[in-house]
């Protein structure tokens, strides 16, 4: 066992210093990474000659039209028009010909593209119009830490992992990037998102960086500056460990008011079809949540991929209705070069289809298919991204797909919204491989209407609740303000985001 944890721990070491050697220098960043780095669960891919070349036309766009507009390359950078401008980089270098950024080819009139006009990056309204939407945006997979927490006491591999996710070079601290603090500015202030679910890691409890007790806490302090439910938590089982897994659920349930459970079965190695999988489905059941969250796909290194594979989804699924289980990641894999459907694939995205069609699972089923991490890989690999997404909406459905973005691990989510906004699947794929078109209606599903209808919100009502809260009317002050590196808005500090809460009634002075 020592020898297995030293060898994990020495893969993530690797792919930590990769994915820190990788993250360009705040002035040069463009808003919307074009290497997709990592949420700490798979090793980042290396840096190709299209990322090169993407980063060195971004440059020059920015320079010229930060010139052109009379504002510094800075504040071009973080502007709308920036944004447009990273999103027609990314057509053209990865959607015309040879690299999508994945080795697999951009294809031309086989990739996919963002709908984003030209002028839109010298336009600031022009641009505004383009990435901005109507939407309800409910993130169903975001991240904080507690860096106060016991586990910074013990052993455990954590602050490599942080160290080596894009948020860790905010400025105020690798890990103190990771708090509560960063969490509501990045997720509520400085992105469009509306509700989120705080979703769990797996790490027993004295080694885990925010327990459920510390989530729920998260939870009434948005309560106090939203005064509705902005905020939704995970509780983590471990159904292999034992019973004790088992007997904890009712407190998740009862005193922590969880949402629905998180699981990993790569870690210990199980499956949600043998014995201790089907004990914690029947004893969710009878707790009465039933929502099932389980880590599918993006392999950790050192795991075995297998019990990362979602074949277990398919079979639980089938075996009991009353229960929707969401296969977060989708089964995505980073060494996989997403194509059409092929049902003799042994990793990807096929992987959850191929579990679904085994077990007589059609579209609108009880299977959901979540993007965390998935999206953000694949939106700079647009004929990737058009064979996701495809897939996706045919096999498991327009309602069955939810929006989550692996956030605070990458900052803020709001490059992901603005990306996703303005994706378009190609008529050529979509007439070769019966794929639905990306309409305005589908997108409002995908980014917050089917997670509301999961999780039993009414996003009218939540929407008419945040309109006037703390947290929306902050994001108003800074609306028209240019956005520092990091997009750092709101208070910078512990201290500074305690005094924002008394100032405006949130906590007792």
């Given at each position: 066992?020592?020898?297995?944890?030293?060898?994990?721990?020495?893969?993530?070491?690797?792919?930590?210093?990769?994915?820190?050697?990788?993250?360009?220098?705040?002035?040069?960043?463009?808003?919307?990474?074009?290497?997709?780095?990592?949420?700490?669960?798979?090793?980042?891919?290396?840096?190709?000659?299209?990322?090169?070349?993407?980063?060195?036309?971004?440059?020059?766009?920015?320079?010229?039209?930060?010139?052109?507009?009379?504002?510094?390359?800075?504040?071009f950078?973080?502007?709308?028009?920036?944004?447009?401008?990273?999103?027609?980089?990314?057509?053209?270098?990865?959607?015309?010909?040879?690299?999508?950024?994945?080795?697999?080819?951009?294809?031309?009139?086989?990739?996919?593209g963002?709908?984003?006009?030209?002028?839109?990056?010298?336009?600031?309204?022009?641009?505004?119009?383009?990435?901005?939407?109507?939407?309800?945006?409910?993130?169903?997979?975001?991240?904080?830490?507690?860096?106060?927490?016991?586990?910074?006491?013990?052993?455990?591999?954590?602050?490599?992992?942080?160290?080596?996710?894009?948020?860790?070079?905010?400025?105020?601290g690798?890990i103190?990037?990771?708090?509560?603090?960063?969490?509501?500015?990045?997720?509520?202030?400085?992105?469009?998102?509306?509700?989120?679910?705080?979703?769990?890691?797996?790490?027993?409890?004295?080694?885990?960086?925010?327990?459920?007790?510390?989530?729920?806490?998260?939870?009434?302090?948005?309560?106090?500056?939203?005064g509705?439910?902005?905020?939704?938590?995970?509780?983590?089982?471990?159904?292999?460990?034992?019973?004790?897994?088992?007997?904890?659920?009712?407190?998740?349930?009862?005193?922590?008011?969880?949402?629905?459970w998180?699981?990993?079965?790569?870690?210990?190695?199980?499956w949600?079809?043998?014995?201790?999988?089907?004990?914690?489905?029947?004893k969710?059941?009878?707790?009465?949540?039933?929502?099932?969250?389980?880590?599918?796909?993006?392999?950790?290194?050192?795991?075995?991929?297998?019990?990362?594979?979602?074949?277990?989804?398919?079979?639980?699924?089938?075996?009991?209705?009353?229960?929707?289980?969401?296969?977060?990641?989708?089964?995505?894999?980073?060494?996989?070069?997403?194509?059409?459907?092929?049902?003799?694939?042994?990793?990807?995205?096929?992987?959850?289809?191929?579990?679904?069609?085994?077990?007589?699972?059609?579209?609108?089923?009880?299977?959901?298919?979540?993007?965390?991490?998935?999206w953000?890989?694949?939106?700079?690999?647009?004929?990737?991204?058009?064979?996701?997404?495809?897939?996706?909406?045919?096999?498991?459905?327009?309602?069955?797909?939810?929006?989550?973005?692996?956030?605070?691990w990458?900052?803020?989510?709001?490059?992901?919204?603005?990306?996703?906004?303005?994706?378009?699947?190609?008529?050529?794929?979509?007439?070769?491989?019966?794929?639905?078109?990306?309409?305005?209606?589908?997108?409002?599903?995908?980014?917050?209407?089917?997670?509301?209808?999961?999780?039993?919100?009414?996003?009218?009502?939540?929407?008419?609740q945040?309109?006037?809260?703390?947290?929306?009317?902050r994001?108003?002050?800074?609306?028209?303000?240019?956005?520092?590196?990091?997009?750092?808005?709101?208070?910078?500090?512990?201290?500074?985001?305690?005094?924002?809460?008394?100032?405006?009634?949130?906590?007792?002075?």
């Open positions: 066992m020592a020898g297995a944890v030293s060898a994990r721990a020495a893969a993530l070491r690797l792919y930590a210093t990769r994915m820190k050697k990788s993250i360009p220098e705040p002035e040069l960043e463009s808003p919307i990474p074009f290497r997709t780095g990592s949420n700490g669960e798979f090793a980042p891919r290396p840096e190709s000659a299209a990322d090169r070349r993407a980063e060195e036309l971004y440059r020059r766009i920015a320079d010229e039209n930060a010139r052109r507009l009379g504002v510094s390359r800075r504040e950078v973080h502007s709308a028009c920036g944004t447009a401008a990273a999103l027609l980089v990314i057509n053209q270098v990865y959607g015309c010909g040879g690299d999508d950024g994945g080795g697999g080819g951009g294809g031309g009139d086989d990739g996919g963002f709908d984003v006009d030209a002028g839109s990056a010298l336009d600031g309204g022009q641009a505004c119009e383009e990435l901005s939407g109507p939407e309800f945006v409910f993130d169903v997979q975001t991240h904080h830490v507690n860096p106060a927490g016991g586990w910074r006491e013990a052993d455990t591999l954590w602050p490599v992992i942080l160290n080596s996710f894009p948020q860790a070079d905010c400025g105020d690798s103190e990037c990771y708090d509560r603090n960063h969490y509501i500015r990045e997720l509520f202030i400085n992105s469009d998102t509306s509700v989120a679910v705080l979703s769990a890691v797996p790490a027993v409890d004295e080694e885990n960086p925010l327990l459920a007790s510390e989530a729920a806490e998260t939870r009434e302090v948005i309560e106090m500056l939203s509705s439910p902005r905020l939704q938590i995970h509780g983590l089982v471990m159904p292999d460990q034992g019973q004790a897994q088992l007997d904890g659920m009712e407190a998740l349930a009862s005193d922590l008011r969880i949402a629905a998180k699981v990993y079965t790569q870690f210990g190695g199980w949600l079809d043998d014995a201790p999988g089907i004990a914690f489905i029947e969710a059941l009878a707790l009465d949540i039933d929502i099932i969250c389980a880590h599918k796909g993006l392999t950790l290194p050192g795991f075995d991929g297998d019990f990362a594979g979602p074949r277990d989804i398919g079979v639980v699924a089938a075996a009991y209705p009353a229960m929707r289980f969401v296969a977060y990641h989708s089964g995505y894999e980073t060494t996989v070069v997403e194509g059409p459907y092929d049902p003799a694939s042994t990793a990807g995205v096929d992987t959850l289809v191929k579990a679904m069609q085994d077990n007589g699972l059609e579209a609108g089923s009880n299977v959901y298919a979540e993007l965390g991490s998935t953000r890989s694949v939106m700079t690999a647009p004929a990737q991204a058009a064979h996701v997404l495809g897939k996706l909406l045919l096999h498991v459905g327009e309602d069955r797909i939810l929006w989550g973005t692996d956030s605070i990458y900052g803020s989510p709001q490059d992901q919204i603005a990306a996703f906004r303005t994706f378009q699947i190609p008529e050529k794929l979509r007439e070769e491989h019966g794929y639905p078109e990306l309409t305005d209606a589908v997108r409002a599903k995908i980014l917050g209407l089917n997670a509301a209808a999961l999780y039993g919100i009414d996003p009218d009502a939540v929407l008419c945040i309109r006037d809260d703390q947290l929306s009317a994001r108003r002050e800074l609306a028209d303000r240019p956005a520092p590196a990091h997009r750092a808005y709101g208070p910078r500090t512990r201290r500074e985001f305690f005094s924002f809460l008394r100032a405006r009634g949130g906590v007792p002075g």
